[in-house]
Every structure is written in C-alpha cells, then in structure tokens.
C-alpha cells in the first residue's frame, strides 16, 4: 500500500509543525509500541509528571485527526484475548508519523537551546518532573 503522504503534491513536515501538545504526546506515548487509548492516557500523564491529563474527548478527537493526517494506524493486531478487553483499539505510529514525531523534537530541541542562550532556563524545582537543578543553571 502506497504512502499517501510520500507522493508529489505531499505536504512538508515542516509544514505540519508545530504540533498541538496532545498530538505530540500521543507521538511519544506510541513511539515504543503499540498502546490502546487508555494507555496512551496513563503514559502521557507520566511522561509529563503529571502536567498533562488528556480527557477522553481530547484523546479520541485527536486520534481521529492523526488517522486521518496518516501519523499513526489501528493495530490489527491484538493481544491475547483472555488478558485484554477485545473492544479496545490499538494504535501505532506509522513511519510518517515517526518522522513528524522526530521533526517536532528536533523543533522543540531548537527552542529549548535559544531560551537557554537567552538566559529563560533556570534550575526550577518540579519543572516537568524534573529535579531541582536538572533544567539547566545559569
């Protein structure tokens, strides 16, 4: 099956950017496998340290749109069904969709490292979960 978004005509990644902070955290969240939605829920809560919760209609809206954009597909496959609920769905990043994943990255690596030079990142306790002194002192 041919990539939609490989063709003539297709839409830069660049393009696409920057991404909503719940598409990107789907992205994460499903860049090591496959997950069903809500354990893509429980993995961007952690992954955040808790700072982003993405509610049902948040989540599945921007599911609907990622199908759509051909950033990540239904898993056919399932695990087995006596330790999983067969009406779950599973998605998993496609490689378009990793390669938006790694342009947003490489995006927000960019800003980050300009905030930095421009003195805006100070060592802040619980910032993203992270440890006092872990964003980097001035």
Known sequence: MADRFTGEGETSIEQRLPLTPAVFHILLALAEGERHGYAIMREVADQS????RLGPGTLYGSI??????????ESEARPDPALDDERRRYYRLTPYGRRVAEAEAARLQALTRTAEERGLLRSAP????QPAGAGGAL
Not at 49 to 52: A, I, N, P
Not at 64 to 73: K, S
Request: hydrophobic share 35%; no cysteine; glycine share 28%.
């Open 49 to 52: 340290g808790g700072q982003m």
């Open 64 to 73: 609907r749109r990622m199908l759509e954009e051909g950033y990540i597909e």
């Open 126 to 129: 619980g910032l993203l979960g």
